[in-house]
């Protein structure tokens, strides 16, 4: 970060500390003594109805699970027994699905805004249509959600930034509030807010125009003793979109902080994660599949006791809550078939929906996804590879008749169960509006790409995570030792059965943004050729892969797996979750013996 960055963080912070003291001043200086129960949902992607559930290994494996009228249902339960509660909101929530999509995010709104959230933190993915539409949710005196959002690091861009800012009368604020106190019966509760510390990847370089983020780490040194020691808070709660990984590293640098109800990652704790300094953590998973019951007993401003329920949101476990069902068919009439059904603009790249999204578009022999557990033994970790991911690759490489294919590592996206596959299956894998194009890049490059994305993934730097898994490629293979340096991960690369040459030119299918026209998939590229229909039409990501779907023999795809051989197993988790991705990345092994050894102390 630049000496200038650094200076104005520090001039911000101090700003912050003035502003808000005179606000704190007449708080309560007396201990409030209760029980607060939190109740916790985040990373729902757009996500309205349920969906399959093919994690390997998972007892819940082949239920029905997530839906938001199922997901209410397991709110009204839990508020109704303890009215002393809240529910907090952690982020990725307006994207996800075509109706997200298509209504820029107010699907959802229209939907969460019947929840009474009491606190939402904005996930990356939530800037996703632009900073004027996320004001428009989120910001100001009348914001669209009644969800109180809340960022310490999200601030308005500075002149320097962002010369061209549509927003330089308020240039170096804050976007949103950085902290939030609620009073619940004797309780006071402060809460803080971080957001995640990137914008949304793989989509347009403009997006964030206008904003700019910060790791976090200061703000959250300057709110802590303000909250602790001016506003005298009983219970100090931190709702972060940073990952659950960043957050601890954050938690076990700055003391003080209760809880932390976290979010990114995607992450399932149905065991509490429990910081060196006392802290706990919690996530949620993805999709709305799951929700945390936090119960927290306080005296003198401290925990005295607490208990936590995780809970499978499923059609087995719950039932439609009826209201929130009749609002979510009535959103989706204008999306599935019926006469109700009418065409959109897709907001991103102006293709047009002609098609209703419960149409069946192709089948597929094997459970498509990408969530298997990185301790998995018959099949491929989620950090690693996914059927779904390969299948994707496997489409954009054939519209193209190109060498290569390449889909970008996300992670979330809904699972698809062997059968039929729907256009809506499609959207929860690509709701963010790319168009596919073919290029020449080099193989050097290729092997660049590669090896970055290795690296975002599997360095012992937390900070250095890029917000994703590895890369998947249709026509290429190799080897992997997650333990080694970069650039030397990675080992017998092979196009289609060839190694690679480093100064041949590939011809290469993947993401293409209008804002970015010279990159595939964010690598820069040669001879670009963007796919179009037979009229010349703009043509959505989706539809590639629904036409590539009609290509085959009775429109069915079984993918190729294990295109990525581990030449050694992930390390093992390191506490009590069967984490997706280990909690500290990849850390030397006599470091990781340590952690063990540590955790098991306790």
Sequence with gaps: MSAHKLSTMKIKNFILILSILPALSPLSLMAGDGTVTLIHIGDIHGHLIPRPHFRQGDPDYGKQVGGLAYLYDQIKKIRQKHPNSLLINTGDTIQGSAEALYSEGQAIVDILNQFEIDAFVPGNWDFLYGTERFRELFAGDKPKTNWHALAANLYYSTLYDFPLSRYADKAGQRVLPFYLIKQVGEVKVGIIGLTADRGPQAVSPRVMDGFYLTPGKEELEAAVPLLRDQAKVDLLVLISERGLAANLELVETIPGV????????????????????GTLLVEEGQDGTMLGELHLTVKNRAIANWQWIPHRISTENNQPYPLIAAKIKEIRQSFVKGH?????????????????????????????????FSDTKDNMPAVIEGSSHNFLADAFKEACHADVGVMRGFRYGTHIAPGPIKLEDIYHYIPIGPQIACGEISGDALHLQIEKSADKVLSPWVGWWGGGWLVSYSGISYDLDPYNEYWFRTSNIRINGERLDPERMYLVAGYWNLDDPDKINRTTALQIKVLRDADGGIVDATHVVAYYLQTLPHKTVNPELNRIKLLKPLPKQIWKNREIQPLRGVPRHDLLISNHTKENDK
């Design 340 to 372: 109700h059904f009418r065409s959109h603009v897709n907001p991103i790249n102006a293709s047009v929906l002609r098609t209703p999204i419960d149409t069946v578009i192709g089948f597929t022999k094997i459970p498509l996804h990408r969530s298997n």
């Design 258 to 277: 209760d809880v932390v109800l976290s979010s990114d990652m995607h992450e399932e704790t149905w065991q509490v994660l429990e910081a060196k300094t």
